[in-house]
């Protein structure tokens, strides 16, 4: 009987994921991301006077339609290069949050704030802090790589971006941000095919003696067990072609002419795959074949 139990049943399998963030992957972006996350509290609390944090929530991986149907609209957010890794990030933030942190910047006391858009003297002020939020993520990333991120320009409809793909796949690293007195959700939104090279980097573990033994074990255990495992061989003359009403006529003392030039040995394969060439022959009474050079190319054409 197994040991799952009579109720296991079998596992989904998403295939607009078929690679996903293993437990170690997830590990390394939780240092980062919380990383990022107390140096970015630490500057909005010095930048904005007053009191603020950044928590790190949760990793997941999602689609980015998923992603974007997550997202209140309006919202904000950053569009994002992280030069040399290719791809766009995008920084989500909420916009009550985002007007209580300008409030704090022109000297005002925070509080509830009306939903609308920047005007011109408010977006540099907002522009300034998300580039000092940006070295933030700089400096969280700068163990796993070299990244410099540069703003490239705010949105307020995730509707409107051009920058993914619906049905890629994306890392969103959810943050609980407080300003204040003003509580709301932030993330961020890494393309997969970007961060996932520079977390397969970071897997090389240091093996003890006794890891390295048995894996090396355990390598020529593998090996000795492969070679000595029986396959099939066939020896074949070159394929010909033929009519299906040929075919389907066959008797049973028919001649089937072959293409197959005299002076050109036979194919040795395996699983469909030439491996050799010989020319046939016997060995006492059983039938056999002697392996000999492979022909040129030019031979093998006609």
Do not use: W
């Not at 290719?86 to 939903?115: K, R, Y």
């Not at 959700?185 to 997969?192: D, G, N, V, Y």
């Not at 067990?225 to 075919?247: C, N």
């Not at 699983?271 to 050799?276: G, L, P, Q, T, W």
Request: hydrophobic share 40%.
């Amino acid at each position: 009987m197994s040991r799952r139990g009579a109720s296991a049943g079998p596992t989904q399998y998403d295939f607009r994921r078929p690679i996903k963030l293993s437990r170690d992957h997830v590990r390394t972006l939780q240092i980062a991301f919380e990383t990022y996350a107390r140096s970015c509290g630490t500057l909005l609390t010095t930048r904005l006077r007053t009191v603020s944090s950044v928590s790190l929530i949760s990793i997941e991986q999602l689609t980015y339609d998923e992603y974007v149907a997550t997202l209140a609209n309006p919202t904000l957010i950053a569009v994002v290069s992280i030069d040399p890794l290719p791809g766009t990030v995008l920084m989500e933030m909420a916009s009550s949050a985002v007007m209580t942190a300008i409030d704090h910047m022109l000297g005002g006391p925070g509080g509830p704030q009306p939903e609308r858009p920047l005007t011109e003297v408010e977006m540099p002020l907002l522009r300034g802090l998300l580039e000092r939020m940006l070295g933030e993520l700089r400096y969280g990333f700068e163990t796993l790589v070299d990244i410099q991120p540069k703003l490239r320009e705010i949105e307020y409809n995730a509707q409107f971006l051009r920058t993914h793909q619906p049905g890629d796949a994306v890392v969103v690293a959810t943050f609980e941000m407080k300003v204040g007195t003003e509580e709301c959700m932030a993330s961020i939104c890494l393309p997969f095919n970007t961060i996932l090279p520079v977390l397969e980097k970071q897997e090389a573990i240091e093996l003890s003696p006794a890891e390295r033994m048995a894996r090396e074990t355990a390598h020529r255990n593998l090996t000795a067990g492969l070679s000595a495992a029986p396959i099939d061989v066939a020896v074949r003359f070159q394929p010909i072609r033929m009519r299906t009403d040929d075919i389907v006529d066959l008797r049973p003392g028919d001649v089937v002419p072959l293409a197959h030039p005299t002076s050109l040995p036979l194919e040795v394969t395996v699983n469909e795959a030439v491996f050799a060439h010989a020319v046939p022959g016997n060995q006492g009474a059983r039938l056999a074949c002697l392996v000999v050079p492979s022909p040129p190319k030019e031979e093998k054409r006609r």
